[in-house]
């Protein structure tokens, strides 16, 4: 048997960086300012410790297009590399210089925001160059250098007379790259990537209106003077500590994240850990609308203030992508697939490190102001919900703060609710039985009717509340939730008396065959009962049980399989002791019956809105002839 090596030769390798490292063309700009970024913050180090006495001063980065020369420069103030530097960091592929600064300075340099990592960045600038000049002088006491590689392994270097600390880059822009020349284009990726990052970026000048003097006189026009074009915000709240915003502070990041946003954020969360990994950022619940597909302004993330991405998919729970925001963690690997990202141990930390502080905020909002949490609680329930749904951390959580709003507009805990319904609520094996509408329109009648016999009656809406109540059934002892328009409402609640019905065992057997004959089988199962003799006369319920799992199935109901289409079925509920019950009963002729029962049906299809189209029409049709 024979071992060996497997020999990597550069020559191959190269062109395949160039082609495959970055799927995204334009990050080169996002590297190469990084690379300006971690040069001066290193200088920033080095003076702070000590190190050197060379003056920080107040350091720019300058990016520069030349359209004529097609040429885009990246230039810093920073260390700079003397001639050795470049050989051994430039020259040696995926050798990281950042890596080994942090590696010597390791304790004093941990929180210099350094942002450098895999040695890789610097050639991404030719996805875009097909040639690539530095030109660099160390802020040590060392000639400038220049190095010059057209892409290939060949490279020169020889001396520069630059004569100020710090490193151009120059890239010669491909000419299928022309876009990388257009200031517009390079305006919006400064903007979309570096508009967070720690070190002032100067792109070009702008004009800036001068506020007029106040006894400037009607007509004045407005002075305006030319200034140097700063993208960036080097201090973004998120880097701040909490106690040092105010929420106006808060609220101000928010619009200069999202400048299109017009709508206020409703409260936000500072995130803040540096064990057992780092991560920063603020997290703002929007007032949510119903179609979360319009959603676009996502939340953003960042790696020591550099913009990565903003599908933060598997490193934010499912349920808060909806939110909106920074997250910004040196901590999560991002050369990884997202499948593999989603099993990697720090990032399920981070994950359930920012659904505990989500709860954490929620819980104090509602402790701290109940009311406002109330007021706030439609607009945020979304969710709340879905988390409760799907992170059983947060289930647990939220008992402490998740509400139940009732038809009257009272806000209960659920704890609260227990308490009062379990007196009048239960059914005969000692279930709670908690009664809910979920439109209060539709169901105005059956609302009504429950409230008439003193129910309390939750207002419960959500797209997803189905799946909830499923959940909490089989969470919760002794609980089982019911719409208002459910059959079970009447049978399930354990009543005090039994209502007689005005009618025999006789005429009952009678009355029933009567429906049957003329109503659909397959669509209703006829029942009798004894009720008031004002209440309908008639009512169509449907089974929960039933409804239920038709809407889990239409709102994406997890291992509701073999459901299949399930078919509409109604209870069709007789009043015994209503006037028009016994009418029907004792009308002579079938004909007549049939059609006294075929309108009250209609009639109270009608008011459940079951009633449309062709049969709508020819109801309408019906009642007209009747009453002319
Ligand atoms: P990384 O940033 O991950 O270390 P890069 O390929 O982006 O890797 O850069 C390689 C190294 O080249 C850096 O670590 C740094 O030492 C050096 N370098 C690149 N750009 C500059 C610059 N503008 N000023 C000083 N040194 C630089
Ligand atoms: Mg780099």
Redesign the pocket.
């Known amino acids: 048997m024979a071992t060996g090596k497997i020999n990597v030769s550069v020559e191959n390798i190269f062109p395949l960086i160039k082609k495959f490292l970055y799927s995204d063309h334009e990050i080169f700009l996002r590297?190469l300012i990084?690379?300006?970024t971690?040069?001066t913050l290193k200088l920033k180090h080095l003076t702070d410790i000590g190190e050197t006495d060379v003056k920080y001063g107040n350091p720019v980065i300058e990016v520069k297009v030349d359209k004529e020369g097609k040429k885009l420069h990246v230039i810093?103030q920073?260390?700079?590399?003397t001639k050795e530097?470049v050989e051994k960091?430039?020259n040696e592929v995926a050798f990281?210089?950042?890596?080994e600064f942090l590696e010597k300075y390791k304790d004093s340099a941990k929180d210099s925001g350094i942002?450098?990592?895999?040695?890789?960045?610097?050639?991404s600038a030719f996805m875009v160059a097909n040639k690539v000049e530095i030109i660099?002088k160390s802020y040590k006491d060392d000639p400038a250098a220049h190095w010059v590689c057209e892409g290939t392994t060949e490279f020169t270097l020889g001396d520069a007379d630059k004569k100020e600390r710090g490193?151009e880059?120059i890239l010669h822009i491909n000419e299928e790259d022309e876009e990388f020349l257009e200031e517009n284009r390079i305006q919006e990726l400064l903007v979309k990537y570096n508009k967070f990052m720690p070190i002032p970026i100067k792109f070009g000048t702008k004009e800036e209106t001068l506020p007029l003097p106040e006894d400037a006189p009607e007509d004045a026009e407005a002075e305006t003077k030319t200034v140097d074009n700063i993208i960036n915000n080097p201090e973004p709240a998120w880097t701040k500590q909490p106690t040092d915003l105010e929420d106006k502070d808060y609220k101000s990041f928010y619009r200069e994240l999202y400048p299109m946003q017009f709508e206020e954020p409703l409260f936000h969360i500072h995130l803040n850990v540096d064990y057992p990994f780092n991560l920063t950022g603020i997290l703002y619940f929007p007032k949510m609308t119903q179609d979360m597909n319009i959603q676009k302004d996502k939340i953003q993330l960042y790696q020591n203030q550099v913009y990565v991405t903003d599908n933060v998919e598997g490193i934010v729970p499912e349920f808060l992508t909806m939110l909106r925001g920074v997250i910004d963690s040196p901590d999560i690997p991002l050369n990884v697939s997202r499948s593999y990202l989603q099993a990697d141990g720090a990032v399920k930390k981070i994950s359930s490190y920012i659904t505990r502080k989500v709860a954490d905020k929620l819980k104090s909002l509602f402790n701290n102001n109940r009311e406002d949490f109330e007021q706030k609680w439609n607009d945020i329930k979304i969710v709340i919900e879905y988390g409760m749904l799907s992170e059983d951390k947060f289930y647990e959580k939220a008992q402490k703060f998740a509400l139940y709003p009732t038809v009257e507009n009272e806000y209960f805990t659920f704890e609260e609710l227990q308490e009062k319904i379990k007196d009048n609520q239960t059914d005969k094996d000692g279930n709670l039985v908690v009664l809910y509408a979920s439109n209060q329109d539709e169901q105005h009648s059956y609302v009504e009717a429950a409230k008439a016999k003193g129910y309390k009656v939750l207002l419960l809406d959500s797209p997803i509340i189905s799946h909830l109540l499923q959940k909490m059934e089989g969470e919760k002892e002794k609980i089982t939730f019911v719409r208002v328009d459910s059959d079970q409402v009447d049978n399930l609640i354990k009543k005090d008396e039994e209502k007689i019905s005005k009618l025999s065992d006789e005429e009952k057997e009678k009355l029933k065959g009567d429906f049957e004959k003329v109503i659909p089988k397959e669509k209703y199962t006829v029942q009798l009962e004894a009720m008031d003799s004002d209440a309908a006369p008639l009512l169509i319920t449907q089974p929960e049980f039933m409804r239920r799992m038709k809407e889990m199935q239409q709102t994406g109901g997890g291992g509701m399989f073999g459901m299949g289409n399930m078919p509409e079925m109604y209870n069709l509920v007789v009043n015994t002791n209503h006037p028009l019950i016994s009418d029907i009963l004792n009308t002579k002729t079938e004909k007549k019956q049939e059609r006294l029962i075929k309108h009250s049906l209609d009639l109270a299809r009608l008011s459940q809105n079951l009633l449309k189209g062709e049969e709508l029409t020819n109801f309408v049709k019906r009642s007209f002839d009747m009453v002319k």
Request: aromatic content about 14%; overall charge negative; proline content about 0%.
């Open positions: 590297e990084s690379n300006a971690d040069a810093d920073g260390v700079g590399m530097e960091y430039i990281s210089g950042a890596e942002i450098g990592h895999f040695g890789l960045g610097f050639y660099t490193t880059i």
